[in-house]
């Protein structure tokens, strides 16, 4: 029922001449990276401040994400002075002191251009570290990322071309009849506004995310099923003719 | 009145009611050869309709005009060849002996067997197995016997089996009906054209026949213990699968259609980008291989809500428990039961391999169905042979739990 209300809804009148092109059939694709780096104060650890954390949104590989962030507001726990922190710029993160963990929620707004809709992200704060990890140490921060990418569907032309060259952007092969002004002069850059997070104080903390292991992995475990499917239907088509099956097999 | 007045049909009434209407003419007098008792019944009423058809009372006055009388005379009979004459008492009506043949000449029903001559034979109907004069022979005995194939085999000289001589005498006159006719079409729908006889089939069937028809009653007696005892596994077989039909249900749906997404091509890397206006909630297919309408209408999403409703599309069909199998699955496979790192192309191996085990748990089912299948027809099967006798209805299975243990062994 809900798939055909969306259907319909898809179904409307173009946009008008006012409005910005759009690209149809196109997703543009930024991976990022959302998380916490908590440390243990140790001995400056108070009853109410036992940790210092840092709640963070980055690129995944630590490009500049103000290409499309315009905002980021991170809402605290209530308990917190001033719980909604917005951050209008690189880098999106805030740091606080506490005891509690929580769920952060995480909401980013982009630049007109990019998309009118906000996106929320949803952080569990982490402070005390797995017990098998050890003891918590001052040393050793407790890291939780998540990795996930944030996707454009139908991006503007304006902003298609904006971030076609952007090193933060996964472009997409464009689909066939679609055809783009060529790009136009790269955009001035004013100032040397450093919105990566390549030389972050946290950086060496910052988790690795590979693609390539977890598409090994992947692969190693389909061939294991795979396996499996085969033997198994060998089994039954060597039976195919014991026609006692009480449901006949739809695979064959 | 009564339903024929009301529909205007005309009255026929049964013999009965006649003695009923006797009193109507003469209401007065009571009639003769019916009792008093009887007539005092009635109460003297005139009934309310005529009872007697004046058609048949016309009838009767006319065969009243006929004289019969009853003669002793001769007769022949034309189904006889030796013109044999004979007496027998014959209705004479006026006077007048009936003539033509005799009524009874009419069921002496022959059959047409087909004559060739030595042209046809040499030309057509040459067969190994046969002598023209066998052929002959048969053909003589056919006609003179009607048809009668036990009397032929009986009388035959040499040793043939009735569906043998059947077979001779039917592919002859096949053959002769095909050749003599002016084309193929016009025989098409002859009988003998139509249904050719075949001996083989017929030497089964009555093998077969005579093989149930021999059995003893101790046999019999086993043989429908075992059917029962066979339909009371049947049945609570079913019982126990209701518990979780739904799931095999589900599962089977989930089967046929991550067959279907297989068998397409393995989404490339602009695949999610095709249009999903078509994707109508019937068609899952559309639905798993591309990114969901409802997220698209969003412009802006993650990689892992894609994921998420791409899964739950995919596993929508399977029950809670065939669910948490695939979780258990994937972590016995070293497999996170969300990606880690959720890029394009990690979401898509992701899916299918969730697709592949859905796959995999329907097969082990299917499997373990035919298992379970089979041991229990090899039991009646065991207890059939024991009994040395192979009644009818076993004789296929046999060959079909031939074929499986061959398999399996």
Request: proline fraction near 8%; charged fraction near 25%.
């Amino acid at each position: 029922m809900l798939g055909i209300q969306k259907i319909q809804l898809s179904r409307k009148p173009p946009p008008l001449s006012g409005q910005p092109k759009r690209l149809k059939d196109v997703e543009l694709g930024f991976p990022i990276v959302y998380g916490t780096i908590s440390f243990w104060l140790g001995k400056k650890a108070s009853e109410y401040n036992s940790h210092k954390w840092t709640v963070y949104v980055r690129g995944a590989t630590n490009e500049d994400l103000s290409v499309i962030v315009k905002r980021v507001v991170f809402q605290l726990h209530p308990s917190f002075n001033n719980p909604t922190r917005i951050v209008e710029s690189p880098p999106f993160e805030v740091s606080e002191t506490g005891w509690g963990e929580f769920e952060i929620a995480i909401s980013l707004f982009f630049h007109s251009d990019v998309c009118d809709k906000q996106l929320d992200l949803y952080h569990q704060l982490k402070l005390y570290p797995e017990e098998e990890s050890g003891p918590q140490s001052t040393k050793k921060p407790v890291v939780v990322e998540t990795y996930d990418e944030v996707v454009f569907s139908e991006p503007s032309e304006a902003f298609f071309l904006r971030v076609q060259n952007h090193p933060a952007a996964i472009i997409p092969r464009l689909p066939a009849g679609l055809n783009l002004p060529p790009p136009g002069p790269p955009e001035p850059v004013l100032e040397k506004k450093r919105g990566d997070t390549k030389d972050h104080p946290l950086g060496q903390w910052f988790m690795n995310f590979s693609e390539a292991d977890e598409l090994l992995k992947l692969a190693a475990a389909r061939q294991q099923v795979q396996a499996h499917v085969v033997k198994l239907r060998r089994q039954l088509s060597m039976v195919d003719a014991f026609p006692l099956q009480s449901k006949p097999s739809s695979l064959q | 009145m009564d339903a024929k007045d009301i529909l205007g049909i005309p009255k026929s009434f049964p013999a009965s009611q006649e003695k009923k209407a006797r009193p109507q003419k003469e209401p007065q007098r009571k009639p003769d050869g019916i009792s008093r008792e009887v007539y005092a019944l009635t109460g003297g009423m005139a009934p309310l309709m005529p009872t007697i058809e004046v058609s048949h009372l016309k009838r009767k006055a006319v065969a009243d005009k006929e004289k019969i009388t009853w003669q002793w005379l001769p007769f022949t009979n034309s189904a006889r060849r030796d013109s044999l004459q004979l007496y027998h008492w014959v209705r004479v009506v006026n006077g007048v002996p009936p003539t033509g043949d005799y009524q009874f000449a009419k069921y002496n029903k022959s059959v047409d067997i087909v004559k060739y001559t030595d042209e046809e034979y040499e030309k057509y109907l040459t067969d190994p197995m046969w002598t023209k004069e066998e052929t002959d022979q048969l053909f003589d005995m056919c006609e003179r016997f009607d048809l009668r194939f036990i009397v032929i085999a009986d009388r035959f000289p040499s040793p043939r089996a009735v569906e043998e001589l059947k077979n001779r005498y039917y592919s002859v006159s096949r053959a002769l009906l095909i050749t003599r006719a002016p084309s193929a079409a016009d025989v098409a729908g002859h009988p003998l054209v139509k249904e050719p006889y075949s001996m083989t089939h017929e030497m089964e069937r009555k093998r077969a026949l005579s093989a149930v028809l021999s059995r003893t009653k101790q046999q019999e007696l086993r043989d429908s213990e075992i059917l029962s005892e066979a339909k009371r596994i049947m049945e609570s077989r079913k019982a126990s699968k209701g518990v979780e039909s739904a799931d095999l249900l589900d599962d089977h749906n989930d089967i046929e259609m991550t067959e279907k997404v297989t068998h397409t091509d393995s989404p490339s890397p602009s695949s999610n980008m095709q249009p999903t206006s078509t994707a109508a909630p019937s068609a899952p297919l559309t639905e798993c291989a591309t990114t969901p309408a409802s997220l698209r209408m969003l412009r802006v999403y993650l990689r892992t809500h894609v994921l998420d409703q791409m899964v739950q599309a995919a596993s929508s069909n399977a029950g809670p428990r065939t669910i948490k199998r695939v979780e258990q699955t994937l972590s016995d496979l070293g497999v996170h039961i969300k990606p880690k790192v959720p890029t394009k192309a990690v979401c898509a191996e992701h899916l299918e391999l969730r697709k592949e085990i859905l796959t995999l748990f329907n097969l082990q089912k299917q499997v373990h169905t035919q298992n379970s299948n089979f041991q229990y027809f090899a039991i009646v099967l065991l207890a059939i042979c024991l009994d040395k006798s192979v009644p009818l209805c076993t004789i296929f299975l046999q060959k079909k739990c031939n074929a499986y243990i061959r398999s399996v062994v």
